[in-house]
């Protein structure tokens, strides 16, 4: 597989040791020193693109491989205040790619299982949830992508809560995400319900950057030569 690497900064790095190792080939390499990598030969060859970069440019990077004809994943957070006007595009230019907040296969079974533990605690009022997420100190947006999608699954499951918030709070319908950055975690996410008989604690611990670079080239595998807009679940099988 034939892969443009969009941002080659520490998963970009982690993303070609993985893909190399399994046979892939990266044929271009485009970062804030090399933007002129979207005009060269090599972008049009491309079979997938795999993009990590930062918030403010992810959506023109999306656009632009939809423009392009060049199917791309994206791992990129904080941007989906402007989900609605991506998918549009790639709807009107035939474009494909395939977001998700983590590409950790660990992740995204952990994702089903914090749906269902939601449900099966949703009756029981006794417990406070907390969502807590560390990263390390260069993760550039908070509460990290990934613990907004738990705290987004909590409350479809969790009729109790209307929204979250990413501070300490006393207000019962308010989903508290604390957000910790500590040099050098690649990332944890834990969920706490606690009572005043008991807690529960539900835990994801990543202990490299190897897990994320891993399921970003199965995503893009995956997303080769297909049309559409997918996510992890689509690649892993599970029901949306």
């Known amino acids: 597989m034939k892969i443009a ?35 060269a030969p090599e972008m049009k060859q491309a079979e997938v693109a795999i993009e990590f970069t930062a918030p403010e440019s992810a959506p023109h990077h999306l656009v ?80 990290s992508g990934t613990a907004i999608t738990l705290a987004e699954q909590l409350i479809a499951n969790n009729s109790a809560k209307k929204n979250w918030v990413n501070q300490p709070t006393t207000q019962s319908d308010e989903l508290e995400i604390i957000s910790k950055r500590i040099d050098k975690v690649p990332g944890i996410h834990k969920i706490l319900y606690q009572s005043d008989i008991d807690s529960i604690e539900f835990t994801h611990t990543a202990h490299n950057r190897i897990g994320f670079a891993t399921g970003a080239v199965m995503a893009a595998k995956f ?18």
Request: charged share 20%; with cysteine; net charge negative.
């Open 5 to 39: 690497l969009i941002g080659y900064g520490k998963m970009g790095k982690a993303i070609e040791s993985v893909a190399m190792t399994q046979g892939h080939e990266i044929i271009l390499r485009i970062d804030a020193n090399n933007p002129e990598g979207w005009q």
């Open 64 to 143: 632009k491989c939809f423009e392009l004809g060049v199917p791309i994943v994206c791992g990129t957070t904080g941007w989906l205040n402007q989900w609605e006007d991506v998918v549009s595009r790639c709807t009107a230019l035939g474009g494909s790619f395939l977001y998700a907040s983590n590409f950790s296969v660990g992740v995204n079974l952990f994702f089903e299982l914090n749906k269902q533990l939601a449900r099966l605690m949703a009756p029981h009022d006794e417990y406070k949830i907390l969502l807590e997420e560390i990263h390390h100190t260069e993760k550039k947006d908070a509460p």
């Open 223 to 240: 997303l080769k030569g297909k049309t559409g807009i997918y996510t992890m679940q689509d690649v892993l099988g599970l029901s949306r």
